[in-house]
């Protein structure tokens, strides 16, 4: 589910997810089985399957074939030792210099241990999984379960001696570990298992991928269950969007929206507090969800099938000697670079180049604003720069503002989104309501209205 939501893969891709959600949103019991069956890898040792895929594996030693020839001689040796009894001393230097080796890999297999036990867990469910018809349609190709299934044996032998539990079982693997340090069994079965790990690596990384998209499908499909207004996106060629009710989950008693936009970015303007950093947030969110999970929370959600970039939370970084205007320099250079795409962009920016004076701010944000708002792009941009009101309007880009009214000295927001122009500023008011100093205040005042007004 991480992954998905921070991957915008294509349309067909997309819909495919849908149609896998689609069935667990209308079998509830294959849904609750699968859950169970998923249950049985909630493990730490889930994060250590991903390393068989991903880190590079342990390397052949040079002597494995002196490995070899004392596993031969053991096995000789208890062959001839029914005719010559003497040879049986034969196996006391062996089984010293084979413990030495077999000790001294102990380190290497308990590196792989919670790895390998996690790949048989794996394989189980993933074989279960697979055994619906319905889910064995959506996937088609399962042929990775065969290919694991063939290194079976080998990984849980690895892993049997981690599930040891009792007393009984304990007195096994003494006499077993006897023997597989006297034939170097699993110094052998080891090195052999860490070979088809390597030859079978995309088949897990498949098997990882199949049990991963049922987990994210069952989520979406819960939460597409649910109590909450959400609706199915559409999409279209016309780079245009249409919204309605849109809001933010995560935000209780949420006041939804709408906007249309056709061919046109959005500059918008509004009061502290009043909702504009929220609001472009929510388009983001949504239009995130809407190509990742394939729905939204809102009433209609129309537009274009958008790679989203944004420019919001940006801090500077004291460890990489990085002042907040050079990380958002460095931030909004991605979005020009991206803005040469032929396909449609969604840029959200918060408040553009903040970290500056205002007439390179106003300047500097107008020209970039400018670039970005290519025909196949659309932007959405939040200010308290009125200048750029007037320097983007005609630029295609549509006004919106958010607005408050005070009563009896409180501010009050109403969250819905207006056309048009800010008339209102209210910070200084904000400065008064929570009893700055009064010559704060008028000294203020006078300023705004001999410069500004």
Known sequence: MYFKLRTIGSLEDLLKFNSLTSI?????????????????????????????????????????????????????????????????????????????????????????????????????????????????????????????????????????????????????????ELIKILFNVEYLVFYSFLNSISKERQSIENMFLFIGEIDAAISTASLKSSNLKICTPTFNNTNELNVEEIYHPLIADCISNNVHLAEKSMLLTGSNMSGKTTFIRIIAVNSILAQTLHFCFADVYSAPFYKVYSSIRITDDLLENTSYYLQEVLTVKELIDASNDKNPCLFVLDEIFKGTNTVERISGGKAILSYLNKKQHTVFVSTHDIELTELLQKEEYELFHFSEHIENNELFFDHKIKMGKLQTRNAIKILELYKYPSEIIVDAKNIETTYYS
């Open 24 to 176: 667990f949103q209308k079998d509830k019991a294959l849904s609750i089985s699968c859950q169970l069956e998923l249950a049985k890898l909630n493990n730490n040792n889930s994060y250590y399957l991903e390393e068989l895929i991903n880190d590079k594996q342990l390397e052949k030693p040079k002597y494995i074939w002196f490995i070899r020839s004392l596993t031969f001689l053991a096995v000789a040796s208890i062959l001839v030792v029914f005719f010559y009894p003497v040879i049986g001393l034969l196996l006391i230097p062996i089984l010293a210099i084979n413990m030495v080796f077999h000790y001294k890999n102990k380190h290497s297999v308990a590196y792989y241990l919670n790895g390998v036990n996690q790949l048989s867990r794996g394989l189980k469910v993933s074989k279960n999984l697979s055994s619906n018809s319905e889910i064995a349609a959506h996937f088609k190709d399962t042929s990775f379960i065969k290919k694991i299934k063939s290194i079976k044996f080998k990984s849980e032998f690895i892993a049997f001696e981690k599930n040891i539990s009792n007393e009984f079982l304990f007195a096994f693997w003494f006499l077993f």
